[in-house]
């Protein structure tokens, strides 16, 4: 395996300054259309019941990196350094933008789904570098790799401007929208749910087309894509079994249970493409052999789709009671 994943890593398939403005704006409009739904009472609510959003928070911000650090250090045999930063960066991201729609059809919380969204989208430009270079650090440590990869140096300014153009931004103007303009924000709700979709799912394929095009030959590109996918669904069955025993063990009603699995397991890995896109934040000449964070990153962001119906449909079928 580690063979074929050592395959991606001299991949560097850069945007355009063209292509890195669409993306850029779809992510942007995928994250309006998130704080669509998000009231300012939410946020209230946060507070008057806190329990099931502070363990939320807590497995999204510390267990999720620590078990994926913990899969990463378990899988160093046969997974690439550049591997297992890119499930670091995966975790070190925000809950993705369409879990709040899965875990209505799994008959969550969606309270608190949307609230835990709202929470950690709003501290990932905090959260989201620190936590990328702490574990990303630690990991690096722990397997003696320094200098394998480069240093793990993250500018923090130019991350935390980033993460706000692309996350604070959208989502202070969609919750003023939707505050200042209720009815037109009714009529918005369910069109940009499925235009979110449909848009992070067509920036996610661009992404991975980029990469699996500069692969050569019809047997490296099968054996490197099933490689990246079984590491990529391990890690993601770690995030989803994080979420729900965590909200186990704190004893939470079984409709959070369900929305903390969704909410932990679902993450925004449209904002760590666009991180390794950006050439202040990832400098070509330093990474130029991050291929593998790449791959990880974009695959992660098709899979986790597929998960998420797969879990929420089960958890459907179940009553609540």
């Not at 409009?29 to 739904?37: E, I």
């Not at 989208?121 to 990303?136: D, E, R, S």
């Not at 965590?246 to 493409?273: C, W, Y």
Request: aromatic share 8%.
């Amino acid at each position: 395996m580690k063979e074929h994943l050592l395959a991606l890593d001299p991949l560097n398939p850069n945007l355009g300054a063209g292509e890195m403005t669409l993306v850029n704006i779809i992510l942007a409009l995928v994250m309006f259309g998130v704080a669509l739904g998000i009231k300012v009472e939410t946020f209230k609510d946060v507070f008057r019941q806190p329990k099931s959003i502070i363990v939320g928070v807590l497995m999204q911000w510390v267990a999720l990196p620590a078990v994926t650090c913990a899969v990463a250090l378990l899988l160093n045999p046969i997974i690439t350094p550049m591997v297992a930063i890119g499930m670091l960066l995966v975790a070190s991201c925000p809950g993705g933008n369409i879990s709040n729609f899965m875990s209505s059809y799994a008959k969550g919380n969606i309270e608190l789904s949307v609230s835990m969204t709202a929470v950690t989208t709003a501290l990932a430009p905090i959260v989201t570098p620190i936590n990328f270079w702490a574990w990303g650090t630690l990991y690096c440590k722990l397997t003696s790799i320094n200098n394998e990869i480069p240093t793990l140096v993250i500018p923090f300014g130019d991350m935390f401007e980033q993460i706000m153009l692309l996350l604070g931004l959208p989502i202070v103007l969609g919750i003023a929208f939707a505050h200042y303009f209720p009815n037109a924000t009714k009529r918005l709700m369910k069109p940009s749910q499925i235009l979110s979709i449909i848009l992070f799912f067509g920036m996610v394929l661009v992404s991975l087309s980029k990469v699996i095009s500069a692969l050569e030959g019809t047997y490296q590109v099968v054996a490197s894509i099933l490689c990246a996918l079984i590491v990529v669904i391990f890690h993601n069955g770690c995030a989803l079994s994080t979420g729900y025993g965590g909200a186990t063990l704190f004893h939470l009603p079984k409709a959070d249970r369900r929305s903390m699995t969704i909410e932990v397991g679902i993450q925004n890995s449209g904002l760590g493409l666009i991180l390794l896109f950006n050439p202040a934040i990832f400098d070509p000449a330093i990474w130029d052999n991050n291929g593998g964070m790449l791959f990880i990153t974009a695959l992660w962001g098709v899979w986790h789709i597929v998960s998420g119906l797969s879990v929420a449909s089960l958890f459907r079928r179940r009553p609540l009671a």
